[in-house]
């Protein structure tokens, strides 16, 4: 494992808002940090800010970084997308790269 985001992710009846509670977890094969955003139907980008640590369960290494927030849109919100990337060198000094991205709908529109 690369890199894994775990949590919740809240979408409030409004249709503009939503508040998430994530973790990151850096893998123990992965370097350098792991590049995480959130895209809000699909062309709206955040990068939020780390808001602590917790201790690293298994298969994570230093510790888990916690993102907590909330976002409100200035149209209806119809989607939220998660990415992450990680990233390892091999063979020597060839950087490698994989993203993954999930999506949820906003269930209220």
Known sequence: MLA?????????N???KFKYSLR??????SYPQPNFYIAVNGSTY???AQT???PAPSGCQVYLFLYDGEYTHSTTLA???LYVTGGWFYPGNTYNSRTKSVTYDNPYN
Not at 4 to 12: E, I, K, M, N, S
């Open 14 to 16: 409004g249709n503009t």
């Open 4 to 12: 894994q985001v775990t949590g919740t992710l809240a979408f409030d």
């Open 24 to 29: 990151l977890c850096w893998g123990s094969g």
């Open 79 to 81: 989607n939220v997308t």
């Open 46 to 48: 955040l990068y939020p």
């Open 52 to 54: 602590g640590t917790a």
